[in-house]
């Protein structure tokens, strides 16, 4: 293979991860239909399930929109029965949002999924290759992440 300039690769990887977002985006895209819940509301579910419980403005932080924007996301998430609102016993003023038993099932069953459609993707490539693929992305979330 030719060495590719900076530009030639973007090309290429943008080219590429398009195809594989799509079909990614399209499996997940089934799934959250069946729950009737869109991506901003799975990410902020999934932080929850992380994290136990957040307050609005780390939520909205997190999927980087306003405090405004989120409200809405969790008006439906706490309407739909997948989340709940609580009050600080410290103070009342500080709302914090936690995952129902419902909402909690249901991420957790999207993550499964998630993983098993992985082992799936990647069930086709050798363990060497899972193995540097990781590899990288590890290194490029850790200098993201600097």
Known sequence: MSTLSLR???GHLTEIM???IKEFLKY???EFYKTRITLP????MDMLNRRGESRMTDLARFINVTT???TGVVDRL????????TSDPNDRRIIKIRLTPKGDRTVKRIIERRRQMIMKIFGMISQAEREEYLKILTHIR?????
């Not at 509301?41 to 902020?44: A, H, I, L």
């Not at 706490?78 to 609102?85: K, L, Q």
């Open 8 to 10: 030639e690769f973007a």
């Open 78 to 85: 706490v309407r739909d029965g997948y989340a709940m609102r």
């Open 28 to 30: 997940q895209t089934g």
């Open 142 to 146: 850790d200098r993201l992440k600097e």
């Open 68 to 70: 405004a924007a989120m």
């Open 18 to 20: 398009s195809v594989i």
């Open 41 to 44: 509301q799975f990410f902020v």
